[in-house]
């Protein structure tokens, strides 16, 4: 066999074996339209006029933040590469790399157009900037194309070229190549990751990852009053209204993210925190730990996060929703709500009167809503599930359309969570134990542990 046919079976192959695993890779085609792409937009800053005729990258005009990663995902996105969970945090990209199986940080490994470089990664999702590969030369060296570079902010920095070393460890600008990050491609699918957070009644935290049958791991040791596990992000309230929250591994650590905290809401797939302080005011951001606050509303009591669906509820019970960039209106959805839930991926919300009926919508902000039950007092949703604690205990669920019909779990509950991708549902009943099922509402349940006061179903 010639040489030329030896290079094409082998590619032939290779490309079947990664088929398999369900990981395209970017086309050679695709990487010269990343590259072109990029390479329309140089000189231009975060409220230019892009090449597609649109106002900035992604949203960066608007939140006048750094821009470098929201410049990066709008190209990829644009060349028809699967953007799922990047953000505006340049470290977003890094794990991008994690979840997709196209995380090069081998010293040897020589980048290709397109890919998506990482530099001064410090662990958690975050990172000091991100550009892509517009040129790689025979010399080992490379120029990248980065958005949110030089000037002296957000609002005076533009697109422009770097050129340096071409390695893992290399430096680009001052800035040292902690990883290269290969697009995945748009029909491209990863493994789905699940978890179980739990607060002890000795108010510790911890986490488990994987099956039903696998170990907690201990996050934070105590003096903690709220916690909450959204996909792979995982945030601890104290005692004292200081938030910390952490992102990536269940190993990474935690950063402080605000004082004078009495809720909080993470939402792992957009980056987004949201907290309410102590005061009522509410604030987002949006990038990971290193986003920047927008504030949002006073006077409220709650805060809601679902894919790009923000919610609170007011101090007078009444909720409100607003769905795409935290500068978007509000708009009001009912009054006398103990309790709001949000589902992105089924398009619903959620209120839970303070009577103790339970009314859900679906079809987004201006859908039209269905009361479901009354006498409740607990209530979850994700995608088309619909779990429900009444006040006697009695836990039950539906799947489907707002009209199905209750499927009963077990009794003597105080709390449940459901997770449709998984086909989980768990419930805490009222001794403080904690079982979980999966397979959906006809599943077996697995006793997962005691002692337990509260308790997160999610998966990334």
Known sequence: MNTTSKRTVTAVLAASVLALLGIIPASADTRTDIRDLAAANLNKNTCSTNSLGGTGYMDSCRLEHAWCSDFARWVWGNRNINADRLSAAAGSFYRYGELYGTLHTDPSYVPQLGDAVVLNYHGGGRADHVSLVDSVYSNGTIRTINGNFGGSGPLSSTVQYATGGGRVGQVIAGQTISAFVSPAGAGTTRPTFSRIGVRFADTSVHVKEGNLYDNWVLEHGGGIVKSEVDGDMIGVLTSSGDLHVKQGNLHQSWFHQASGVKDFSLESSKGRVGIVRTDGTVAVKEGGVQGLWVEEMNGATEVE???????????????????????????????GVADLEISAAGDRIGALRTNGTLTVKEGGLYGSWVEQTSNVKDFDLSGDYIGVVFNDGLATVKQGNLFAGWINQMSDAQAIEVDAKTGRIGALRANGSLTVKEGGPYGAWVEQTSGVTEFQLTNY
Request: proline fraction near 0%; hydrophobic fraction near 30%; avoid cysteine.
């Open 305 to 335: 996060l679902s894919g790009d669906y923000l919610g609170v509820v007011s101090t007078d019970g009444t909720a409100f929703v607003k769905k795409g960039n935290l500068y978007e209106s509000w708009t009001s959805q009912l009054g």
